[in-house]
């Protein structure tokens, strides 16, 4: 029934492909999806930092209700990140204390909600990967309906059940499946790139050349 199923992932991001990801900005990974994905700026870190890559398992549920949550905590592998779409509404916490807790309990690799969590002081005192829209003291409902393993999508940005969900102080990112190794083969040649341009920069080398050739291109007049 479309609006209350328990679906099985078909596939996911391997945890070897997915850990290598924690040693790559998300920004990096963003600018080689071309800058066109992103996960909404709402959602930040609520924990004390750290980055976060697993794959998804995600949830869609009603604003308010976290039901399916629970039965997703059940039904998770270590290093999943469970990934849930309430409609971004901050009147009720999804998530707190205990729930975190189950969760690192389980070995997972991170929470995202498209909502509201509480125990913010808590979270925020460890490093288990916690992203959010919100904080609220007020709890959730428990009476569904939702759905797992579900295609969702976060102000934009969809997210099928495995593809891979990355996360750090910058914000969110979900990496396709089918373009996980790929997009990490490019993010890990932009970080020796930059890497160069950081050590000319400290060795007072640095040049941009492509500024003014972008201005000349453009037609801007420049002064002398």
């Known amino acids: 029934m479309i609006g209350l199923q328990i679906l099985k992932r078909q596939r996911a991001v391997s945890l070897d492909i997915a ?5 790559v ?33 995600t949830i869609k549920t009603r604003p308010g209700d976290n039901l399916m949550l ?11 990140v469970i990934v849930v779409d309430a409609g971004g509404d901050l009147t009720n916490a999804l998530i707190g204390e205990i729930m975190v807790g189950d969760a690192m309990r389980r070995q997972l690799g991170g929470v995202v909600i498209n909502g509201a ?16 829209a ?24 969809v997210i099928e059940p495995g593809d891979l969900m990355i996360g750090d ?16 083969d490019a993010a890990l040649g932009k970080q ?7 050590a000319d920069i400290a060795a007072g080398t640095y040049s941009a050349p492509w500024i003014d050739e972008t201005l000349k291109r453009l037609g801007c007049p420049i002064q002398p």
């Open 19 to 23: 850990r290598r990801y924690l040693d």
């Open 25 to 57: 900005p998300v920004a990096n990974v963003s600018d080689c999806m071309a800058r066109m994905t992103a996960g909404g700026a709402r959602l930040r870190p609520m924990h004390g930092g750290g980055r976060m890559a697993g794959p998804a398992l």
């Open 70 to 80: 629970h039965k997703a905590l059940q039904l998770a592998s270590p290093g999943d």
């Open 117 to 132: 969590i509480r125990d913010a002081a808590w979270i925020r005192a460890g490093s288990f990967p916690v992203f959010a």
């Open 134 to 157: 919100g904080v609220t003291h007020r709890g959730p409902y428990k009476d569904g309906p939702g759905e797992i393993n579900v295609p969702i999508a976060i102000d934009g940005m």
């Open 169 to 184: 102080d910058d914000g969110l990112l979900c990496v396709p499946y089918a373009q996980a190794q790929a997009l990490l």
């Open 192 to 198: 020796v790139v930059e890497a160069r341009m950081v």
